[in-house]
């Protein structure tokens, strides 16, 4: 029982790292809540479902297929609304408010497009799963956190060797010395939002993979990792996974005291407190305060 | 002579490691203009916002007529008699002037939710009170005219003008300003001066941040110069000018 | 003439900070800009950068008219700058930070510019592998020297290089300065409040105040004239 | 005739719930995505009493106005701390918190069945039942929160929390209590808010969670933005246009089960638009920047 638990955290941590790498690397750059990225998840996971079910491609082909379609959203989204919005010197609210508005859109697009009912990709026939440390782990499952665990590492790396994850880091780190330093501030956000955006896209994919999708599937995965972001400090990778490690440890440890249907409120409250008592994260610098 | 009218205090505050403030001390007469001069990062604006309350200093304190308002929040500090401008000149850009004036007057009845619903009567007296004097003010400083457009509207000079105009609505016995002339014309800075000069005969008393120093000599009774967070050199401006040391500070 | 600047009018927002500034940087000249606070020392260089637009006026580099360029378009001209306060990309480590002062230069000479660079600032050589947040003051300073020579800038632009510096490391920066302008030519436009130490090292002499030249003339002219000085800051 | 007043009593519901919103977000500048939870929980308090104690209306809803008062305050109080995005986060946190607890604590909400049966309210005699009477109820209500609303923001509380809004600092320098005044102002939306939800749940007879969802958070958002932040009359106009627009999709022949995510997709872009061209809304002033401080 335990360690099926223990299983459960890790395949829900894996679904979080994604998306909270996502999410950590966007605001990290753009300094605001993309809340479209919940609709990114779920083009995802569409994506997969037409190019699969629809069109009749291999799941691996439309899986790689639908990881950079959903890049591309974020790239569009980016392009017709950030990019002239932070033009106009919009704040930090007025990107978020618009980014809702998208999500909005977005959101019951697919919903007249594919229905409010949920719509599947897995398997058909119920997989019985491996055995693993006395708990059941199925090859899809397994599958998904292989995928996560090499997102990260390839993130991971190209972050710290190629020039682009230098440049990324250096927006990151300081803005206008970038600039005078001759990088195109523009054209780095544009690159991180399609990596950001791949990034959640794979997160519904493989989300899509392990439980059903809906239109509104990305909301409830956006926001565990909003919470995995937080926890571990926002634009810090290794503290993504500490965060997203964390968040599916409480979640799921805590059913076996509670019923599993409280998960979103534990999330949520564990991300109040941190929001409160410290909302730099684990591993994360301290957040902008008034200053006079 | 009433030499610890407003007594500051061995004042310490760093930043990252950066000693902004190193146990500063000095002390302000009733009525008295006070020039506050020295080279970047002396620590002059620190000062500003630890006396306002922005800042909790390290140690030290902060005595204004035998209260210590040390580590008190903002808002006390200002209903306790002390008003601030700012360097980067903040006024509630999309009020009206004569809102940001009204804006300023203290402890007003009609700011209590209470005394809305239930002592109408009381509140909007007070405030039609407080109306005629801001407009009455304005119209000494020459904003009557633009009372009613948005603080935003009015040129750099006026707005710094009308952040004056708000410290006096706070009726404060000290007034802190940050860099009241940089930035602005000629013919404004004559008028702000000319306000400026004129405080202590309504009883208040002035510390101002300023690099212009035509202007600090024109309007200080005494400057203080304080260079790494201390203070350097004190007494009249001709004679800090002349001193030694503070030349040196500044070309060292 | 590397940089010349007529009749600039700038400033932020509505606040106007320089008014009508001309002046020049030959090639091959250190020139420095003294003065009080608030004269609009370090606006010049924002404005030459392409950080803050021009309202009026015309900046004209190596030939080329730059108002209205952005700050990369700048830098692949030749214009470097290190703007004020040690800034330096906290969370990269110091090679990453040259690397990303190269960041225009073609890749396969990179390496050997940024060896180039490293045997000026030996210092930086041992700590290339550490966080740039976690070096020092002077290395800090000394990293951002050495950023903004990786791309062989015609013009170099330092903002108080000597700011919360003790002494001596101002001594071994401004040598520093001395010794690239030397060695490579480069035209350096530096503002400086040590005044001391920068007249020692510039050719020429820029004073601004209240963001209007005050004076223009040479360091030795200066140096021994203290009543002048005095005119000129207080 | 009673299609007619169905809409007219929703519109007086929204109009409680943006304008309280507007006192929150549009003229204290805390942007909140919890208004939704306070509208749910609200409606539970009322009608949990009224089923369980059978206490008369007028108390439920007294309690309910309280209760949400004081949730308001205590939510409101990490605005303190943190601010505009991360202030935004923590809303919605609480707002899916509170879904989830009505969601989930089945022995007293009844969980996703909701609570059907709610009776007719009574005041001293007088039975609430007709859609007549439920539009004077509703309409009665919105003009006592609208007067409030009006008292408000035309004193000088008003103007501090205006001042509030665009610059703490002033504010703070100017003498103003800017923490007890954005705790004070987040709860009297709560509680105003907590009046909306009264009424609609006596209104439609029935409660359930997916009323008070994010999307309905988001939804009265919308109408305030779109209406216009920081005016009276913003809020007002942004509930009638959004509102009644289903009924006009419905009116130009689009399916109902489409009419819906047209309306959203509506709403959605309208708040793109508003911000990339018209931040401060329809009517409005504040458009959700602050005093950008310059160099």
Known sequence: MFSQLLVNALIAASIYLVVAAGISLAYSVTRFFHFAHAAVIACGAYSVFVLHVWVGLPLSISALIAAPLGGAVGLALELLIYRPLRRKAAGPLVLLLASIGAYVVLQNVMSLAFGDASRSIRPTSVQEGLPFLGARITCVQLISIAVALALLIILLTAFVRTRWGKMARAVMSDPELASVSGINVDGVIL?????????????????????????????????????????????????????????????????????????????????????????????????????? | ?????????????????????????????????????????????????????????????????????????????????????????????????????????????????????????????????????????????????????????????????????????????????????????????????????????????????????????????????????????????????NDPKVIEAYIA | MMLEIRKLDTGYGKKQVLFGLSMEVRNGEIVAIIGPNGAGKSTVLKAVCGLIPAWNGRMCFDGTTTNGSTPAQNVARGITFAPQGNRVFAGLNVMENLQIGGFQVPRKELRGRIAQVLDVFPVLKDRAKQDAGNLSGGEQQMLALARALIARPKLLMLDEPSLGLSPNLVRSVFGKIVEINRDTGVSILIVEQKVREVLRVCNRVYSLKLGKLAYDGTPEELRDDKGKLKELFL | ?????????????????????????????????????????????????????????????????????????????????????????????????????????????????????????????????????????????????????????????????????????????????????????????????????????????????????????????????????????????????????????????????????????????????MMMWRPQGLLGEYAFRKGEAQQ
């Open chain 4, 1 to 273: 005739m009673e299609y007619l007043l169905h809409i007219l009593i929703l519109i007086g519901i929204y109009v409680i719930l943006a304008s309280s919103l507007n006192l929150i977000a549009g003229y204290a500048g805390l942007l909140s995505i919890a208004h939704a939870a306070f509208f749910g929980v609200g409606a539970y308090v009322a009608v949990l009493m009224g089923l369980h104690w059978e206490t008369p209306f007028l108390v439920n809803l007294a309690a309910a106005v309280v209760f949400c008062g004081i949730l308001g305050g205590v939510v409101g109080a990490p605005g303190l701390r943190i601010r505009d995005d991360y202030f935004v986060i923590a809303t919605f946190a609480f707002q899916v918190i509170a879904f989830s607890v009505l969601n989930n604590w089945v022995s007293l909400t009844g969980g996703p069945m909701g609570l059907p049966g709610i009776p007719q309210p009574v005041i001293f005699g007088w039975t609430v039942s007709s859609h007549w009477e439920f539009l004077v109820l509703t309409g009665g209500c919105c003009a006592a929160v609208l007067w409030i609303c009006h008292k408000i923001v035309t004193s000088p509380f008003g103007r501090m929390l205006k001042a509030i809004r665009e610059d703490e600092v002033f504010a703070q320098a100017a003498g103003k209590n800017v923490a007890a005044c954005k705790v004070l102002v987040f709860a009297i939306g709560a509680a105003m808010a907590a009046v909306a939800g009264v009424m609609y749940a006596h209104y439609i007879s029935f409660i359930d969670p997916t009323s008070f969802t994010v999307m309905e958070s988001i939804f009265i958002i919308s109408i305030v933005i779109i209406g216009g932040a920081g005016s009276m009359w913003g809020p007002v106009l942004g509930a009638v246009v959004l509102v009644a627009l289903p009924e006009v999709l419905r009116f130009v022949g689009l399916p109902s089960a489409v009419a819906a995510n047209v309306r959203q997709i509506l709403y959605g872009g309208a708040l793109v638009a």
């Open chain 2, 1 to 241: 002579m009433t030499n610890d009218w407003l007594r500051i205090d061995g004042l310490a505050k760093s930043f990252d490691g950066v000693k902004a403030l190193a146990g500063f001390s000095c002390s302000l007469r009733e009525g008295e203009i006070l020039g506050l001069l020295g080279p970047n990062g002396a620590g002059k604006t620190t000062l500003f916002n630890v006396i306002s309350g922005f800042l909790a200093p390290e140690s030290g304190n902060v005595v204004l007529r035998g209260v210590n308002l040390t580590g008190k929040p903002p808002h006390r500090i200002a209903t306790a008699g002390i008003a601030r401008t700012f360097q980067d000149l903040r006024l509630i850009r999309q009020l009206s002037v004569l809102d940001n004036v009204l804006l300023s007057f203290r402890d007003q009845p009609g700011e209590r939710l209470g005394n809305v619903f239930f002592r109408g009567k009381s509140s909007q007296d007070q405030e039609a009170a407080n109306r005629n004097e801001a407009t009455s003010l304005l119209e000494e400083c020459g904003l009557a005219e633009k009372a009613n457009d948005p603080a935003e509207d009015l040129s750099y000079g006026q707005q710094k003008l009308l952040s004056l105009v708000c410290c006096l609505a706070a009726k404060a016995d000290l007034l802190l300003l940050d860099e009241p002339v940089a930035g602005i014309a000629p013919e404004m800075i004559e008028k702000m001066l000319g306000i400026i000069r004129d405080l202590p005969n309504q009883g208040k008393s002035v510390m101002l941040i300023e690099h212009d120093l035509d202007a600090v000599m024109q309007v200080c009774d005494r400057v203080v110069f304080m260079d790494a967070g201390v203070k350097v050199s004190e007494g009249t401006p001709e004679e800090v000018r």
């Open chain 1, 191 to 292: 690159w991180v939002s399609f990596v950001a955006s791949m990034l959640a896209a794979t997160g519904g994919i493989l989300q899509s993979l392990d439980v059903d999708m809906t239109p509104t599937m990305g909301m409830t995965a956006l926001l565990a990792g909003v919470v995995a972001a937080v926890v571990g400090g926002i634009g810090r990778l290794p503290g993504v996974v500490l965060g997203a490690i964390f968040l599916a440890l409480a979640q799921h440890l805590s059913t076996w005291i509670i019923s599993t249907q409280w998960q979103d409120a534990i999330a949520f409250a564990i991300l109040l407190a941190f929001l409160i008592f410290r909302p730099e994260g684990f591993m994360g610098k301290k957040v902008r305060e008034t200053t006079v």
